[in-house]
Nanobody
Framework: QVQLVESGGGLVQAGGSLRLSCAAS???????MGWFRQAPGKEREFVAA????????YYADFVKGRFTISRDNAKNTVYLQMNSLKPEDTAVYYC??????????????????WGQGTQVTVSS
């Protein structure tokens, strides 16, 4: 089992930045990691993913150029740097772990473990 804990969410004005962290514990073997988000009344959607090695990275179109995913395997932590935030980025952000370490998956069902989420609110 792997436990994932997100942190770094909060309230920020439009145009501002936040850095989310996701710390993994437990059986932290090699996992690819992803970030998803879910806004009120909407389905959970893919944001970004990174392979175990960090060589493969993929972003949803709506965050390209604004968000950056990275990881520090020595710390079992993955990050999501969010810049130029918009009110429509308001959502609960979740990190997830994929046992297929080399791929960058975009579908919810492809991930094996999930964190509890952290709220990001962007005011206009």
């Amino acid at each position: 089992q792997v436990q994932l804990v997100e942190s770094g969410g909060g309230l920020v004005q439009a145009g501002g930045s936040l850095r989310l962290s996701c710390a993994a514990s437990g059986r932290t073997f090699a996992y690819a990691m992803g970030w998803f988000r879910q806004a009120p009344g909407k389905e959970r959607e893919f944001v970004a993913a990174i392979s175990w090695t960090g060589v493969s990275i993929y972003y949803a179109d709506f965050v390209k150029g604004r968000f950056t995913i990275s990881r520090d395997n020595a710390k079992n932590t993955v990050y999501l740097q969010m810049n130029s935030l918009k009110p429509e980025d308001t959502a609960v952000y979740y990190c997830a772990a994929d046992r297929d370490s080399l791929r960058v998956a975009v579908q919810i069902y492809e991930y094996d473990y999930w964190g509890q989420g952290t709220q990001v609110t962007v005011s206009s």
